[in-house]
């Protein structure tokens, strides 16, 4: 990657982590289960980074 700032799935509101052992993460926004990072992932099939990241808001 040229110097582009990965997108860390930990911190998305739509990230999650899936009961399916095959594929244990995915994205909430873009719907889908994958067995890498989502982030990378979406890499891989579109060739750029995340444009759906949404940082976490903290609970009170």
Known sequence: MENEKLV???HCR???VTWDA???YG????GFKTSIIPSSYVIQIS???CQSFSQKTKRD
């Open 22 to 24: 095959e594929k244990p």
């Open 47 to 49: 060739g750029s980074i």
């Open 14 to 16: 739509y990230y999650q």
């Open 8 to 10: 860390r799935c930990v």
């Open 27 to 30: 994205c909430r926004k873009l």
